[in-house]
């Protein structure tokens, strides 16, 4: 590793990622797994965006779910029963200050804006079909969700 990375210098990350099929996503958390194991990060956060709340979801204190539904449409905050049901810690990250944000796929209008009241010191978006509101968009020639995860760390390795 780089010394002065942004891989290395990532203390707190939050992660989105855009939900699309179980399998995709049981590669994708194998895959971050991973490369978080040999990171130096202190604190993580990932929230999966989904398409409704019907959805069967693995309950786990590291995942947190969020739909367009659960967001209020003026005033982008939590909605009160998504924050006690569904949005498990959704409120908490929302009002926590993370080094680097990495988001996978392209996420909702009304989702991404309120991701973006998060501070956010970095903002990389990885196949965000050139989302402008990203520091940095990273475009994965790969299909597979891992090899995405492994190209975003080790493009982030390589950049000062």
Known sequence: MHSSSIWSRTQSLLVLYVFRTEKEFNEFRIALDLILN?????????????????QDVL???????????DIHFFTLELKKKSKNEFGYHLDIARHTAFDLLLCFGKPTKKVLKWLLKIKIQQRIGVNTEGLETFNLNLQSTSKRVKEQVFFTRDTLDKIN
């Not at 040999?38 to 019907?54: A, E, Y």
């Not at 309950?59 to 539904?69: A, Q």
């Open 38 to 54: 040999k990171s130096d990060i202190k604190r993580i956060k990932i929230i999966v965006l989904i398409k409704d709340k019907s």
């Open 59 to 69: 309950k786990h204190s590291l995942f947190s779910y969020i739909s367009e539904e």
